[in-house]
């Protein structure tokens, strides 16, 4: 079963700065966790390390996937043995479509899959399988010969990247929901796209600082995230009391001074 084990992982910028301060999390297949904490906390610094951005030092801890230690891997190796960042987004690709983006993806992960040979997709199976998931995630049909990101609506890039998600079939699933500009319909397809796909293949790890997302998505696990480490852990609950109390009760001082250092 998909496991993604996160061990005491301490992430620094290349000027030194510990941003991420000894995070323990694992996300396995058939559950959605959700990650919340105000701006500046340090979120997206340990989306990146889990990634493998190479901005981006771990200085100390590890990361596991299904068992195997990824934690030097490059990202795309990441990528391959099943690691998805929905925030790997590309930019707009001149005269690419859709479909060739898609082709094009799951042709680079059959290649790394296969030894580093040439291992194309045949059309009717590639046909096939982008249908059924266009099918199972509402997308529109005429989205797909559309060129990439070219005039695309904040809630079509969102189309791509669950869809672009569905075909690569991860085995676990970060989503960085990065606040500015995602409208509500933007977040109701993310989250359409998250419950459709979690499942015995699936887990996923989302990634917010807004409450209303889990609107939408019901985690399993919600964990608290204030400057770099996770202060608190529950299940769907905790998402409400944070939107009733705030980050400020999560704090050391809030919790009770509990937290060692
Ligand atoms: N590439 C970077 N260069 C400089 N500072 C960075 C970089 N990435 C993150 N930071 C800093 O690290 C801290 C955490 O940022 P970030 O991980 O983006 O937080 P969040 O996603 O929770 O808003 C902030 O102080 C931010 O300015
Ligand atoms: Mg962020």
């Known amino acids: 079963m998909a496991k ?12 030194g700065t510990e941003i991420v301060k000894g995070v323990d999390l694992t996300v396995s297949a058939n559950e959605k966790h959700a990650i919340m904490g105000p701006n500046g906390s340090g979120k997206s610094t340990l989306a990146y390390a889990l990634m493998g951005h190479p901005a981006y030092e771990i200085t100390e801890g590890e990361i596991l996937l299904d068992g195997e230690d990824v934690t030097e891997l490059e990202a795309d190796e990441r990528a391959h043995r099943g690691l998805f960042l929905a925030f790997q ?28 040979e040439d291992d194309p997709i045949p059309i009717p199976e590639f046909r096939k399988s982008l249908l059924e998931a ?50 509500i319909d933007a977040l109701k397809i993310v989250a359409s796209g998250v419950n459709e796909l979690v499942g015995p293949e699936m887990g996923a790890l989302v990634i917010t600082h807004y409450q209303r997302i889990l609107n939408y998505i019901q985690p399993d696990f919600v964990h608290v995230f204030v400057d770099g480490r996770i202060v608190a852990e529950g299940g769907p609950e905790l998402a409400h009391r944070l939107e009733a109390e705030g980050y400020e009760a999560f704090t050391p ?5 509990g937290e060692t250092s």
């Not at 005429?142 to 904040?154: I, P, Q, V, W």
């Not at 001082?253 to 001074?257: D, K």
């Open 253 to 257: 001082a809030g919790v009770g001074g």
């Open 134 to 183: 266009m099918e199972k995630l509402k997308v529109p049909r005429e989205l797909a010969s559309r060129y990439l990101n070219d005039g695309f609506s904040g809630g079509e890039k969102k189309r791509v990247e669950i869809l672009q998600m569905a075909m690569l079939r991860p085995r676990i699933a970060v989503l960085d929901e990065t606040d500015s500009g995602l409208d």
């Open 89 to 116: 987004y590309p930019h707009a690709i001149p005269g690419v479509t859709v479909t060739s983006f898609l082709r094009s993806a799951i042709n680079a992960q059959r290649k790394a899959r296969n030894g580093g």
């Open 4 to 15: 993604l084990e996160i061990r005491n992982l301490h992430v620094a910028l290349e000027d």
